[in-house]
């Protein structure tokens, strides 16, 4: 167990608290049970989502590390608690899409289970009150919330961290469909890869079931209403074990 201390809550969002430590150099973020989808009209509590979460994310933010993947991770100090490095993160979402799914189909003609090849590259605008729009080129350049170079840095990650994360995974029989992810800029300008990935923020399909439901392990369970939510994040998380058993502690 680690000597660090938390010190005051800095921020709460829908599913993490971060909190500051004594220490200028590593914020703790808190992964909670609360499930929300649709922009938080529709809420509940999940008994163990939490604890699944952190250590997911724990895990995966280290294979991608050891993959050369930069990223605020430090490690993890009891189940529920993971040690980063404070980043100004970037308020943008930043979606890769290998298969069709989700928004996608509501939004343009497109049959779920598309694949996207190549992978199609998604930026929303990562502010609740305007709903998370998704973002053309020109508002995003509008926005001026990155410099073109930083964007085009930006890109290259995001599509580094799905070749990475999409040969991963499917060493351990899941899908990569989907997923957000957050980066963000340390206090020495490096762009890092920050918040979290999980089950709550990818599409994760069972390579081994074709029924279109059964085969779902990510939070559209919980936005479809199918149930075992829990059990499909455990489920990743055991897949995921099979990488990479235990994260590190954070000393
Ligand atoms: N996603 C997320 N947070 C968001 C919106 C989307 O983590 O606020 C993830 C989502 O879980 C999926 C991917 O980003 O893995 C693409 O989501 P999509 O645009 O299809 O939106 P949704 O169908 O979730 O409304």
Known sequence: ??????????????????????????????YKDDATAFNAL????LAGKGALNCRISALLFEQLEARGVPTHYLGVRDSLWMLVRPVRVIPLEVVVRNTAAGSLCKQMPIEPGTPLTPPLLDFYYK?????????SEARLERLALVTPAQLEQIRDLALRINDELRRLLAQVGLELVDFKV???FSDDGELLLADEISPDTCRLWDRAVSDSRARILDK?????????VVEAYGEVLKRVQGV???PRLYR
């Open 220 to 228: 559209d369970r919980f936005r479809q209403d199918l149930g075992g």
């Open 182 to 184: 957050e980066l963000g």
């Open 42 to 45: 529709k809420k509940a509590q």
């Open 1 to 30: 167990m680690t000597d660090l201390s938390i010190g005051a809550l800095l921020y709460e969002g829908k599913a993490k608290r971060v909190y500051a430590t004594d220490r200028s150099d590593v914020v703790a973020v808190e």
């Open 244 to 246: 990479c058993p235990e």
């Open 127 to 135: 502010d609740d009150a305007f709903g998370d729009p998704l973002l």
